[in-house]
């Protein structure tokens, strides 16, 4: 069985799906029904090769020379979702 889940924005490492009702079968002792138990997914976050998260919010890193610094510095980056993210910052 394919079980969709969705992973919202800003979930966390060590945080829960929990889906109701789709675990293991087991029949309770006491009313002799079959009841089910709970799906529970742990979200484990791997580190990233270009973005570091703090909290809600995502780093990013770059060196950038002195002439860069005196001149103005421009440069594209591809954000998580896909789109492109341009940077850029005129002479200080």
């Given amino acids: 069985q394919v079980i969709k889940v969705k992973i919202e924005k800003g979930m966390q490492h060590g945080d829960q799906i929990i889906k109701k009702g789709f675990g293991d079968a087991m029949r309770n002792t006491t009313s002799n029904q079959i009841v089910y138990g709970d799906l529970i997914l742990q979200l484990c976050q791997t580190p990233h090769a270009t973005f570091q998260r703090q909290g809600n919010h995502l780093f990013f890193e770059k060196n950038i ?26 002479s200080i």
């Fill in 65 to 90: 020379t002195a002439q860069e610094v005196s001149h103005g510095i421009a440069f594209s980056i591809t954000h998580l979702d896909g789109r492109e993210v341009k940077i850029q910052q005129s």
